[in-house]
């Protein structure tokens, strides 16, 4: 992981989409604001924020949202994925799920970027985050 100002992150404009994704978040239970946008092998971005529900097992997490989004529009490969909440602090994203969901669509080494609302970027790589992924041969 390397910290760094938002001014000097490589993904800045990947983060900056992220930020605005958590405007259209759906929070009525925890006020608390997510947003993701991946950047696919192809160029393109798509993004996603956190809906809740009332059941808590039925919540998406943003990631995940902007995940499907792509793969939902035929890209297979997340080249960067980018996070952001308005918290202020280093924040635990993605969650156990969206990384496992990753594992799906990046490469060990896919940079993950984590913005803390505040100015300060974290710089993961997946392999970092989830190094014993679940992996099951594809057919």
């Given at each position: 992981?390397?910290k760094?100002?938002?001014?000097d992150?490589?993904?800045?404009?990947?983060?900056?989409?992220?930020?605005?994704?958590?405007?259209n978040?759906?929070?009525?239970?925890?006020?608390?604001k997510?947003?993701?946008?991946?950047?696919?092998?192809d160029?393109r971005?798509?993004?996603?924020?956190?809906?809740?529900?009332?059941?808590?097992?039925?919540v998406?997490?943003?990631?995940?949202v902007?995940?499907?989004?792509?793969?939902?529009?035929?890209?297979?490969?997340?080249?960067?994925?980018?996070?952001?909440?308005?918290e202020?602090?280093?924040?635990?994203?993605?969650?156990?799920?969206?990384?496992?969901?990753?594992?799906?669509?990046c490469?060990?080494?896919?940079?993950?970027?984590?913005?803390?609302?505040?100015?300060s970027?974290?710089?993961?790589?997946?392999?970092e985050?989830?190094?014993?992924?679940?992996?099951?041969?594809?057919?």
């Amino acid at each position: 992981m390397i910290k760094t100002d938002i001014s000097d992150c490589r993904f800045a404009d990947l983060v900056e989409k992220a930020r605005q994704a958590t405007e259209n978040s759906y929070c009525p239970y925890s006020s608390y604001k997510v947003g993701s946008a991946v950047l696919t092998d192809d160029g393109r971005v798509f993004t996603g924020c956190n809906i809740e529900n009332g059941s808590y097992s039925a919540v998406v997490c943003a990631e995940r949202v902007a995940v499907f989004k792509a793969v939902s529009e035929g890209a297979k490969h997340i080249a960067a994925v980018a996070v952001a909440s308005d918290e202020g602090s280093p924040v635990p994203f993605p969650c156990g799920v969206c990384r496992q969901v990753l594992t799906e669509f990046c490469t060990p080494d896919t940079p993950v970027i984590v913005f803390d609302g505040d100015h300060s970027v974290y710089d993961f790589t997946l392999d970092e985050l989830i190094p014993f992924a679940f992996e099951i041969e594809k057919g």
